[in-house]
T-cell receptor, first 116, second 115 residues
Framework: AQKVTQAQTEISVVEKEDVTLDCVYE???????LFWYKQPPSGELVFLIR??????QNEISGRYSWNFQKSTSSFNFTITASQVVDSAVYFC?????????????FGKGTRLHILP | ETGVTQTPRHLVMGMTNKKSLKCEQH?????MYWYKQSAKKPLELMFV???????ENNSVPSRFSPECPNSSHLFLHLHTLQPEDSALYLC??????????????FGPGTRLTVL
């Protein structure tokens, strides 16, 4: 079973629309960390956020916001007023404190197209 | 220069060639990683080095041989590769010794094509 599921393979929205990227994770650890990365066409994964399992406070950074819900094992990412430069592949990832076999587990990514 | 750099950015090689990928991090980190990113597959962790010692090898074929001469440099030596090894190879580094809370910072990758 996938430990990190990004069910949306590809999303297209028109510029200035809001868009939410879903991430559902699976773990038995009580201590774990969740990450979001952005991969623009240049290839480099750009770190966006890290959240630990004990901090369910939602976070906002400019047009980006993250909604962490332990009850549904989700860590969704919303871009408000999207821009063409937001077009990229976005990866959600999980790192477990107790199960260190996989170090960090990435989802398959969601490819986001922002249309002008 | 800052961050994580990788050279070359693009590489085309035949199955009998020997080549090396280079990664350098300028962040003062202690752990470095090699990942393989193929089309339509999740990122695959290949190797992890912490303080220049290999701590993880996820059943990677021996035709891939890593080398970490110091905490700032990481190499991936390639020999007798197969066409299915064509992929984007990403290097990353993190501050601490590959712990669960570590944030990994990635380089731009080397796009490898094996003919």
């Amino acid at each position: 079973a996938q430990k990190v599921t990004q069910a949306q393979t590809e999303i297209s929205v028109v510029e200035k629309e809001d868009v939410t990227l879903d991430c559902v994770y699976e773990t038995r650890d009580t201590t774990y960390y969740l990450f979001w990365y952005k991969q623009p066409p240049s290839g480099e994964l750009v770190f966006l956020i890290r959240r630990n399992s004990f901090d369910e406070q939602n976070e906002i950074s400019g047009r980006y916001s993250w909604n962490f819900q332990k009850s549904t094992s989700s860590f969704n990412f919303t871009i408000t007023a999207s821009q063409v430069v937001d077009s990229a592949v976005y990866f959600c990832a999980l790192s477990e404190a107790e199960n260190r076999d996989d170090k960090i587990i990435f989802g398959k990514g969601t490819r986001l197209h922002i249309l002008p | 220069e800052t961050g994580v750099t990788q050279t070359p950015r693009h590489l085309v090689m035949g199955m009998t060639n020997k080549k090396s990928l280079k990664c350098e991090q300028h962040l003062g980190h202690n752990a470095m990683y090699w990942y393989k990113q193929s089309a339509k597959k999740p990122l695959e962790l290949m190797f992890v080095y912490s303080l220049e010692e290999r701590v993880e090898n996820n059943s990677v074929p021996s035709r891939f041989s890593p080398e970490c001469p110091n905490s700032s440099h990481l190499f991936l030596h390639l020999h007798t590769l197969q066409p299915e090894d064509s992929a984007l190879y990403l290097c990353a580094s993190s501050q601490d010794q590959a712990g669960p809370a570590d944030t990994q910072y990635f380089g731009p990758g080397t796009r490898l094509t094996v003919l």
